[in-house]
């Protein structure tokens, strides 16, 4: 039901824009997660359906998150990347509107794409 895609590899301070596709419902929040290599999954961004974002610390004023309710899509604008940056990123989808408390919690989203791979060399 989420499919993300738009992944590859990229030079540091390079761009890129991940896009998540939904089908089969909509989701009052929707939200990029990332795994590192070794590293746990963690938060990157999220949109509630009224358009409200949150964002990790470390993308802050790099990446903008944005969604098309019409099309019911996602994106992920990527810019400035850095080597730490690389990750399999995956779109995520939840039923709930989350609040601020829970909006980066990975438990709150039910639904998960398979991954994308980003990967960005020195």
């Known amino acids: 039901q989420l499919q993300a895609y738009g992944g590859g590899l990229v030079q540091a301070g390079g761009s890129l824009r991940l896009s998540c596709a939904a089908s089969?419902?909509?989701?009052?929040?929707m939200a990029w997660f990332r795994r590192a290599p070794g590293k746990t999954r963690d938060f990157v961004a999220a949109?509630?359906?009224?358009?409200?974002?949150a964002y990790a610390d470390s993308v802050k004023g790099r990446f903008t998150i944005s969604r098309d309710n019409a099309k019911n899509m996602m994106y992920l604008e990527m810019n400035s990347l850095k080597p730490e940056d690389t990750a399999v990123y995956y779109c995520?989808?939840?039923?709930?509107?989350?609040?601020?408390?829970?909006?980066?919690?990975?438990?709150?989203?039910?639904?998960w794409g398979q991954g994308t791979l980003v990967t960005v060399s020195s």
């Open positions: 995520a989808g939840s039923r709930e509107i989350a609040i601020a408390s829970r909006i980066r919690r990975e438990d709150v989203y039910g639904y």
């Open positions: 089969g419902r909509t989701f009052g929040t």
């Open positions: 949109i509630r359906s009224g358009g409200i974002t």
